[in-house]
């Protein structure tokens, strides 16, 4: 691994992570994910955000320290925007190769280090507007940035270069191999990191949307010409283009989405599949684009995904044991903690000893604000009549997004 020049004394370190292993644990990462950190040089040297052993990322990170003539001891100062571990693991092994580096994070910042990695001395709590003064012209200022995505959150800006270091915001999962700019992808490439932020969105930073607001609002004044963030592609050339992304995904939150339909389906023994694709003939005569998912068969991760994106959602499930079919329990159980409100939503499905599903539905999405069409559910296979009624009921859903601003 080397460093990637982004200006005069000013470089990205990264390490490309790949794995089986779940993304905090929930969210799998097939096309891997990267860690970014950064080097930021003036008389004195400040490192921004690190790393966690995992996958050899501390061996990538200090290779890449190695190509610009650095090593670990020779840093100043460790600055931590964000202490979720997979950008601060590894910082018990650095304080012992660097016991005099000052780690500076905000005061939420600092308690996470006391708590999390047991470090009491060299530590500097840092407050919106304060700077940190490397020499040599080189003057680091320092924005909080409040739940992007945990409290302690902070973005680091560099005028000189019109960097702006972000950690998680501005993110995107997905390894990057030897290029990290967005000048060095073609189309195709970026068509998968746009559908692979939009993933990350959803699945990490949803549930806060209106601290993506805050935060772009906040920083509108600054004349950025990088969006450095610590997962995914460094924006030199379009820094507008990533903060444009996530202002329209935070929109999505409080309003209309794309005109879209997602269909999240569960089937026992088929009968509930029949109806769906019944309710699909529906759709598909208003012309009205749609995704599927299938669970338990497919991750929530790209199940939320779609919803997030969609201003429709079709919930196609049978009942189970009286109630809601479990692998779909979960999965409104998920859109009620990410915050997928305000959508138009239909369910259906088939029932076989009694109904029973509904009611618990009712009451499980009642605090989503959902805007839903009445549910429909029959008893065993569908007949002829239920799927005309589904049919009619699918081009019910697509009229109404598609009259939608």
């Known amino acids: 691994m080397k460093a990637h020049f982004i200006s005069d004394s000013v470089y990205c370190l990264h390490a490309d992570v790949q794995t089986d292993e779940l993304f905090e644990g929930i969210w799998p990462i097939p096309d891997g994910v990267s860690l970014n950190s950064y080097i930021v040089k003036g008389e004195k040297i400040a490192l921004i955000d690190l790393v966690r052993d995992w996958i050899g990322a501390p061996q990538q990170l200090e290779a890449a320290l190695s190509s610009v003539n650095l090593k670990f001891s020779d840093i100043d100062y460790l600055i931590l925007n964000h202490l979720e571990p997979d950008h601060t693991g590894w910082l018990a092994e ?88 967005d000048d060095e992808f073609n189309e195709k490439e970026h068509a998968f990191f746009e559908a692979e932020t939009l993933r990350y969105y959803a699945d990490i930073i949803s549930s806060f949307s209106i601290f993506v607001d805050r935060a772009i609002q906040k920083l509108a004044g600054l004349d950025i010409k990088c969006v450095a963030p610590s997962h995914g592609i460094v924006w030199r050339k379009d820094p507008k283009e990533i903060i444009g992304r996530y202002k329209t ?136 009549e239920d799927l005309a009624a589904l049919e009619a009921k699918g081009r019910e859903l697509a009229q109404l997004i598609k009259k939608q601003p």
């Open 94 to 181: 650095f304080r012992k190769l660097n016991p005099r580096a000052e780690v500076i994070a905000t005061a939420k910042g600092i308690n996470l280090v006391k708590s999390f990695y047991k470090i009491e001395t060299g530590l500097r709590a840092v407050k919106d507007g304060d700077t940190l003064d490397l020499g040599a012209g080189k003057v680091l200022s320092f924005f909080e940035t409040p739940n992007l995505h945990w409290p302690e959150t902070m973005v680091t800006w560099d005028a000189q270069s019109g960097s702006l270091f972000t950690c998680d915001a501005f993110g995107s999962f997905g390894a990057l191999g030897e290029r990290v700019f």
């Open 249 to 384: 995904y935070a929109s999505w939150a409080r309003g209309p989405a794309k005109k879209e339909i997602a269909l999240i389906w569960g089937s026992m023994y088929g009968m509930t599949k029949t109806g769906l694709d019944a309710l699909i003939r529906g759709i598909e005569k208003e012309g009205v684009p749609y995704s599927i998912r299938r669970v338990p068969d497919e991750n929530v991760s790209w199940v939320l995904a779609d919803a997030w994106k969609s201003s429709g959602i079709v919930i196609a499930m049978p009942t189970y044991e009286y109630a809601i079919f479990p692998p779909m329990a979960y999965v409104l159980d998920i859109f009620r903690r990410k915050h997928v409100f305000g959508k138009k939503v239909l369910r259906i499905g088939s029932w076989g000893w009694v109904g029973g599903a509904k009611k618990e539905y009712d009451a499980t999405v009642e605090g989503l604000k959902w805007d839903s069409i009445e549910s429909y559910e029959w008893a065993g296979s569908p007949t002829a």
